[in-house]
T-cell receptor
Framework: EAGVTQFPSHSVIEKGQTVTLRCDPISGHDNLYWYRRVMGKEIKFLLHFVKESKQDESGMPNNRFLAERTGGTYSTLKVQPAELEDSGVYFC?????????????FGPGTRLTVL | EDQVTQSPEALRLQEGESSSLNCSYTVSGLRGLFWYRQDPGKGPEFLFT???AGEEKEKERLKATLTKKESFLHITAPKPEDSATYLCAVYNYGQNFVFGPGTRLSVLP
């Protein structure tokens, strides 16, 4: 069974440009999470989808970030316009269902560098 | 606000030298405490979930324990392949996952 995949693995963009990150969860997993780790700090929650609906987006830093999950399958996270402080590693995780404490499976992450 | 701290920040062990990693948390209404392992360039890999004080779980050379204020990850007779960053996270009622900064473990042959 394929795990969570993320694309691209690395992205280097100029400040002010737009970047779109993609996450493909494990097939059949209704729950999808986005996290990020900036400047060597701890991983922080961004948002949580249940199928195509945003269950919780309280961790989104500002309105330059837009997450979508059309059709309840893959998800995209768009940053527009990117700022220097957006640099970091963006992780996606998926969970089958049931309890929030059930296992989340993480993807390898996308390393975003904003110059 | 929920907080998770981990100590030590980094730990170097000789192969076979057992030790423990600490995760301290302040959270009201803990629903679960999680341990993950993360290798360089990869995402966190799930190890354990602990739900209540007194609970213990084991997997190979790892054993996780939980009290009302902290969790320990005990590593018995570690091998070089146990080298990784170990992350602790908590989940609280009405909140979302809060991660600690991690402990970087190096096991030398």
């Amino acid at each position: 069974e394929a795990g969570v995949t993320q694309f691209p693995s690395h992205s280097v963009i100029e400040k002010g440009q737009t970047v779109t990150l993609r996450c493909d969860p494990i097939s059949g997993h209704d729950n999808l999470y986005w996290y990020r780790r900036v400047m060597g700090k701890e991983i922080k929650f961004l948002l949580h989808f249940v199928k195509e609906s945003k269950q919780d987006e309280s961790g989104m830093p500002n309105n330059r970030f837009l997450a979508e999950r059309t059709g309840g399958t893959y998800s995209t996270l768009k940053v527009q316009p990117a700022e220097l402080e957006d640099s970091g590693v963006y992780f996606c995780a998926s969970r089958l269902g049931g309890s929030p404490t059930d296992t989340q499976y993480f993807g390898p992450g996308t390393r975003l560098t904003v110059l | 606000e929920d907080q998770v701290t981990q100590s030590p920040e980094a730990l170097r062990l000789q192969e076979g030298e057992s030790s423990s990693l600490n995760c301290s948390y302040t959270v009201s209404g803990l629903r679960g405490l999680f341990w993950y392992r993360q290798d360089p360039g990869k995402g966190p890999e799930f190890l354990f979930t602990l739900y209540s004080a007194g609970e213990e779980k084991e997997k190979e050379r790892l054993k996780a324990t939980l009290t009302k204020k902290e969790s320990f990850l005990h590593i018995t007779a570690p091998k070089p392949e146990d080298s990784a960053t170990y992350l602790c996270a908590v989940y609280n009622y009405g909140q979302n996952f809060v991660f600690g900064p991690g402990t970087r473990l190096s096991v030398l042959p």
